[in-house]
């Protein structure tokens, strides 16, 4: 059963034609039927296959105005490093018992940080963590002596990417709130990181297709020509 207030934003959205980013980012907004500060989600379909271990493409990108959503961040850590997580911001510090937590199916975080010499610990946790997409990684910055540097990243607005198992890149660029130039803004800068990381094996059109959507609001289609620079 489709929604009165979702008709009203599906006549808004034309099926056929794709915009520029600068014109998704106002519609976006104008579409959006949910009461709460929705989240405004990129989706990019890339011409790679993520089968093969060179194209699987993933990296991370600081957004220039954050995502509007503050990550509750778990630093896994050895002692001597406690108190550098507290001091810039980790919600949750420790090791042992949170392990024990997880394993039980706690992951009531968004990020978890890990330092090397750690994880050995922390690989058992696969099972509860990969599906989530939970596993600290020294791609993504999230395996680092550097604890307070990634969680400054990470509070800031730093976002984790990587492709699927169809070869889309699914990603959380701000809110309904935000102004269409900082929509935009986000958006670019989160295309601009995944052509760069374009894999030398991959085979003809790279950016493949870029819709925009916010939480139960149509999808908006983006010229790809339009945000390649």
């Keep these: ?7 009203i934003a599906n006549a808004k959205v034309d099926a056929n034609k794709a915009y520029t980013l600068k014109e998704a980012s ?5 579409v959006n039927t949910t009461k709460f500060d929705s989240s405004v989600d990129l989706h990019i379909r890339l011409g790679v296959d993520p089968k093969k271990a060179d194209q699987a493409v993933r990296g991370t990108v600081s957004l220039p105005h954050g995502t509007g ?3 509750r961040v ?4 050895t002692p001597d490093k406690e108190a550098e997580a507290k001091n810039a911001g980790a919600d949750h510090v420790g090791l042992d018992e949170f392990i024990t937590k997880i394993e039980g199916g706690w992951t009531d975080i968004d990020v978890i940080v890990a330092t ?28 680092t002596n550097d604890v307070a540097g990634a969680i400054t990243d990470l509070k800031g607005g730093k976002i ?26 986000n958006s670019q800068e989160l295309i601009n990181a995944i052509i760069k990381l374009k894999p030398s094996s ?3 059109t790279y ?10 609001s149509p999808g908006i289609m983006i010229d790809t020509k339009s945000v390649q620079n």
């Design 74 to 77: 778990l630093v896994l850590c």
């Design 26 to 30: 106002n519609l976006v907004k104008e």
């Design 69 to 71: 959503k503050t990550k």
């Design 1 to 7: 059963m489709i929604t009165k207030k979702r008709k």
């Design 116 to 143: 090397p010499s750690v994880m050995p610990k922390i690989g058992k946790l696969g099972k509860v963590l990969g599906p989530r997409n939970l596993m600290p990684n020294p791609k993504t910055g999230t395996v």
């Design 202 to 204: 991959a085979k003809g």
């Design 160 to 185: 984790a990417f990587k492709v699927d198992k169809v070869g889309i890149i699914h990603a959380s660029i701000g809110r309904v709130s935000f102004s269409p130039d900082k929509i935009a803004e």
């Design 207 to 216: 950016l493949k297709g870029v819709s925009m959507a916010s939480t139960m």
